[in-house]
């Protein structure tokens, strides 16, 4: 039995090494181009001289939104709405800055607070399954360790079902920052916060923020093959076991 477990799991780490690679580079990438576009774009003034905070409180009155506050918070690339306050907080680079990325970002946290004002599906399911995650990303490593070190099957499988609600969350959090960078970018355009040679910088920063969560799923969904994979092994080790 431990001769199949051993081998079984020396290829579920085999494979998620093999797989870690290519999600690295994409991770590390990702946060390389945040970085580097929001730097760049931070740098260029849109025309209209238009804040952070205006672009934000402009995207919300697009949509028939007023009763959500826009307030700047510290530090840097902090900027999100918050649905607990239901309050859009902008970081000291967006708040006050009329930039093309200030206004990109800006308007995409805009975009979240309009998802909430419209009852937008996947952004309530996420707001729903957040307590679940917390409990899932708490005891899910205590869990698979336990199991692990004491052979038990039944708390390996238990340890591996809550960590599979934080790949969920992963996962439902897609759909709702791409919907939120989609309508920040409609209401850009339609209401010409920017001009047209200046959106393409508020496309990029988005789109760079966007891979982040993409690398994120696939580092949780990697890491989530990987326990089953050496769950499937033990099982077999026990099933051959059984049978000598």
């Given at each position: 039995?431990?001769?199949?477990?051993?081998?079984?799991?020396?290829?579920?780490?085999?494979?998620?090494?093999?797989?870690?690679?290519?999600?690295?580079?994409?991770?590390?990438?990702?946060?390389?181009?945040?970085?580097?576009?929001f730097?760049?774009?931070?740098?260029?003034?849109?025309?209209r001289?238009?804040?952070?905070?205006?672009?934000?409180?402009a995207?919300?009155?697009?949509?028939?939104?007023?009763?959500?506050?826009?307030?700047?918070?510290?530090?840097?690339?902090?900027?999100h709405?918050?649905?607990?306050?239901?309050?859009?907080?902008?970081?000291?680079?967006?708040?006050?800055?009329?930039?093309?990325?200030?206004?990109?970002?800006?308007?995409?946290?805009?975009?979240?607070?309009?998802?909430?004002?419209?009852?937008?599906?996947?952004?309530?399911?996420?707001?729903?399954?957040?307590?679940?995650?917390?409990?899932?990303?708490?005891?899910?490593?205590?869990?698979?360790?336990?199991?692990?070190?004491?052979?038990?099957?039944?708390?390996?499988?238990?340890?591996?079902?809550?960590?599979?609600?934080?790949?969920?969350?992963?996962?439902?959090?897609?759909?709702?920052?791409?919907?939120?960078?989609?309508?920040?970018?409609?209401?850009?355009?339609?209401?010409?916060?920017?001009?047209e040679?200046?959106?393409?910088g508020?496309?990029?920063?988005?789109?760079?923020?966007?891979?982040?969560?993409?690398?994120?799923?696939?580092?949780?969904?990697?890491?989530?093959?990987?326990?089953?994979?050496?769950?499937?092994?033990?099982?077999?080790?026990?099933?051959?076991?059984?049978?000598?």
């Open positions: 039995m431990p001769y199949y477990y051993s081998y079984g799991a020396f290829f579920a780490n085999n494979i998620y090494c093999i797989l870690l690679i290519p999600v690295m580079i994409l991770s590390l990438w990702a946060q390389c181009q945040v970085s580097g576009n730097r760049k774009y931070s740098a260029v003034n849109n025309r001289r238009l804040t952070g905070a205006q672009a934000a409180e995207v919300l009155r697009a949509h028939g939104v007023y009763d959500v506050p826009v307030r700047a918070c510290r530090g840097s690339l902090t900027d709405y918050d649905p607990r306050d239901n309050t859009i907080y902008l970081s000291d680079s967006v708040y006050n800055a009329p930039t093309v990325a200030a206004v990109g970002v800006a308007a995409h946290e805009a975009g979240h607070a309009v998802q909430y004002a419209e009852n937008y599906g996947p952004v309530r399911l996420r707001g729903a399954i957040i307590p679940a995650t917390q409990i899932g990303s708490k005891f899910s490593f205590i869990l698979l360790i336990i199991g692990m070190v004491l052979y038990s099957q039944m708390l390996f499988l238990a340890g591996i079902l809550l960590f599979s609600l934080t790949t969920v969350f992963q996962l439902v959090t897609l759909p709702v920052e791409f919907n939120a960078s989609a309508r920040a970018i409609e209401t850009i355009e339609g209401q010409r916060l920017l001009e040679d200046e959106i393409g508020a496309k990029r920063v988005l789109r760079a923020a966007a891979m982040t969560y993409v690398a994120a799923l696939l580092m949780s969904a990697l890491q989530l093959l990987r326990f089953v994979l050496i769950f499937l092994a033990r099982s077999g080790g026990d099933r051959r076991g059984g049978r000598r």
